[in-house]
């Protein structure tokens, strides 16, 4: 498929499934802008629409956003209004599991969708840290960390003075 980016995880290409073959891309009808779809393991050239593809957010107003590897077998989708987490990528597709802005979702509903862009992340000590604006704010002024050790949200930072923003981590 045609696809603005893609990314490599478990031996397999992933790109966002918005239009049909590169040959001669157009649109897939109707528009769908929240599934990726996945090369076959070991040959990037090949696609399977059927076995190798995900919606990360059925019936919700989200599009991917962008990918990135973690560890051997995962991949991270960053939705525009959600994060998953794909384990188990490099073998069966049929057994990877995803969700993992779920519990923080009335905390997305904070964010500045109109500098949402803005927005920075790092991984480290087996934590993902996400810088974001939220409410009125035009720049990142609050830190949300994810424990991969323990599949979990650990905690939403902020600074009490109002000049405190993030511009990116080291």
């Known amino acids: 498929p045609a696809a603005a980016f893609g990314t490599l995880a478990g031996q397999r290409v992933f790109v966002p499934y918005t239009h049909t073959e590169a040959a001669s891309p157009a649109v897939r009808s109707p528009a769908v802008r929240d599934e990726i779809i996945a090369s076959d393991i070991f040959n990037p050239q090949v696609f399977d629409p059927i076995f190798n593809q995900f919606r990360m957010n059925a019936g919700a107003a989200d599009h991917v956003v962008g990918m990135h590897p973690f560890g051997e077998d995962s991949l991270v989708v960053f939705n525009r209004n959600s994060i998953h987490r794909l384990v188990g990528v490099s073998g069966s597709l049929l057994d990877v599991s995803s969700p993992l802005s779920e519990a923080i979702d009335a905390e997305f509903k904070r964010v500045n969708r109109n500098h949402m862009d803005k927005a920075v992340g790092c991984y480290s000590d087996n934590r993902y840290y996400l810088?974001?604006?939220?409410?009125?704010s035009t720049?990142?002024?609050?830190?949300?960390?994810?424990?991969?050790?323990?599949?979990?949200?650990e905690s939403i930072d902020t600074?009490?003075?109002?000049?405190?923003?993030?511009?990116?981590?080291v």
Not at 131 to 136: D, L, M, Q, S, Y
Not at 139 to 153: G, H, K, Q, T
């Open 139 to 153: 720049e990142c002024n609050e830190i949300w960390v994810y424990s991969f050790l323990n599949s979990s949200w």
């Open 159 to 169: 600074a009490s003075s109002a000049g405190f923003t993030v511009n990116g981590f």
């Open 131 to 136: 810088a974001v604006p939220t409410g009125e």
